[in-house]
Antibody, heavy 118, light 108 residues
Framework: QVQLVESGGGLVKPGGSLRLSCSAS????????MSWIRQAPGKGLEWVSY????????FYADSVKGRFTISRDNAKNSLYLQMNSLRAEDTAVYYC???????????WGQGTLVTVSS | EIVMTQSPATLSVSPGERATLSCRAS??????LAWYQQKPGQAPRLLIY???TRATGIPARFSGGGSGTEFTLTISSLQSEDFAVYYC??????????FGPGTKVDIK
């Protein structure tokens, strides 16, 4: 069955960096586009970043552009999010999600919490 | 950027009753709209895509409708497991992919 498992969250100081990982299994990872989506405590969902199946096309939300970098390693069935220059407003649960054949998300990981605080 | 709005913010419904949730887009998204359900402490789950197609394993009591800028999610007879937050998402014009702020369905 399809599984997405995020890791790498934690407590980081403002201005710091963190790298999130998402390990995929149960499907041919290299065939699918992927995204990171976040949810601040008690708030709604915010799309963060997109990567095409081969990693050649990337998109970012304006709120993270220039600070976050999405990448993937299809040989390792893994998705990554490098987060630099973190701010308090980046505090959220970060989900990795798979795009279906359309541009909606058919599978989500359980999320990893990132807390940016001094 | 397409802005999504949802109403009401909270809907109080008794078990067995019908619930109708609304989602509106700031410009036409055709039928490129999805609905998700999220329970506390869990990841969102896909319910509906293409505005009206149920995802795999979703019970028939969930139905979606609308096109263009106005959409609805109807739960025909609320079960205890349906009390949750529901989000709509447009995927017609992207990036960015945008979500509505959510509607919380709670027990009356």
């Amino acid at each position: 069955q399809v599984q997405l498992v995020e890791s790498g969250g934690g407590l980081v100081k403002p201005g710091g960096s963190l790298r999130l990982s998402c390990s995929a299994s149960g499907f041919t990872f290299s065939d699918y586009y992927m995204s990171w989506i976040r949810q601040a405590p008690g708030k709604g969902l915010e799309w963060v970043s997109y990567i095409s199946s081969r990693g050649s096309t990337l998109f970012y939300a304006d709120s993270v552009k220039g600070r976050f970098t999405i990448s993937r390693d299809n040989a390792k069935n893994s998705l990554y999010l490098q987060m630099n220059s973190l701010r308090a407003e980046d505090t959220a649960v970060y989900y990795c999600a798979r795009y279906s054949s359309g541009w909606y998300f058919d599978y989500w990981g359980q999320g990893t919490l990132v807390t940016v605080s001094s | 950027e397409i802005v999504m709005t949802q109403s009401p913010a909270t809907l109080s419904v008794s078990p067995g009753e019908r619930a109708t949730l609304s989602c509106r887009a700031s410009q036409s998204v055709s039928s490129n709209l999805a609905w998700y359900q999220q329970k506390p402490g869990q990841a969102p789950r896909l319910l509906i895509y293409g505005a009206s197609t149920r995802a795999t394993g979703i019970p028939a009591r969930f139905s979606g409708g609308g096109s263009g800028t106005e959409f609805t999610l109807t739960i025909s007879s609320l079960q205890s497991e349906d009390f949750a937050v529901y989000y709509c998402q447009q995927y017609n014009n992207w990036p960015p992919f945008t979500f509505g702020p959510g509607t919380k369905v709670d027990i009356k």
